[in-house]
């Protein structure tokens, strides 16, 4: 077997968060500026880090922001649920094939532990990266960069999985082969990754 580790993306990836990041990026904004943004100009939000997202909206408290975005998300957590039939995948017994789970995800330890942790998949990922463990993030290469360190593997013995653009960029830019999960992919035009998914457990298949 040629990957050592496999390495997910978590928002649109391992679980569907795309209604409550939106809903509660449009309260956030309207209650900032008193404009209601429409639902479809903000899917660019999804993959990046908050704090990305804020500066590209160019809100002028970021923290005030960040802040007022968590208190709302937190009103929609009930929304957010694992894509279905992950539960059975990540229960295959990949470490018979000796094959480590990881994430490298935009959301920082606090969204982590808030909005992943208690969904009930956390304890298959040994090694976890999270926006604070990196002065740059997706779509740099710098997330996957320090995952490698911190599990101590090479490029070419992971794969990294995720939803977006950024998230096969990252995985280009450190040098690690894609995997592009196409159960929530809203771009338009085709990402050019190494692998593409059509359920979770399509996954267990390339192993």
Not at 24 to 40: A, D, F
Not at 134 to 153: I, R, S
Not at 172 to 182: E, K, P, T, W
Request: aromatic share 12%; proline share 5%.
């Amino acid at each position: 077997m040629k990957y050592k580790h496999i390495v997910f993306d978590i928002d649109g990836t391992l679980i569907d968060t795309e209604y409550a990041v939106i809903n509660s990026l449009i309260k956030t904004i309207t209650e900032i500026t008193g404009r209601t943004p429409q639902y479809e100009s903000l899917k660019f939000a999804l993959g990046i880090t908050g704090r990305n997202a804020l500066e590209l909206l160019k809100i002028p408290d970021i923290e005030d922001a960040l802040k007022r975005w968590d208190r709302n998300m937190k009103l929609l957590q009930h929304t957010i649920q694992p894509f279905s039939r992950y539960q059975r995948m990540l229960a295959i017994p990949f470490y018979q094939e000796a094959i480590i789970l990881g994430i490298v995800t935009s959301k920082t330890y606090q969204e982590y532990y808030s909005d992943f942790e208690p969904l009930g998949l956390a304890d298959y990922f040994s090694t976890i990266v999270c926006a604070d463990d990196t002065d740059e993030h997706k779509p740099q290469a710098a997330p996957l960069v320090a995952y490698l360190a911190k599990a101590h593997v090479s490029p070419e013995n992971a794969l990294y999985i995720g939803d977006s653009i950024y998230d096969i960029q990252c995985a280009n830019n450190a040098g690690v082969d894609s995997g592009l999960v196409l159960w929530s992919n809203n771009v338009s035009n085709p990402i050019r990754a190494d692998y593409y998914f059509k359920t979770p457990n399509d996954i267990s298949k390339i192993l």
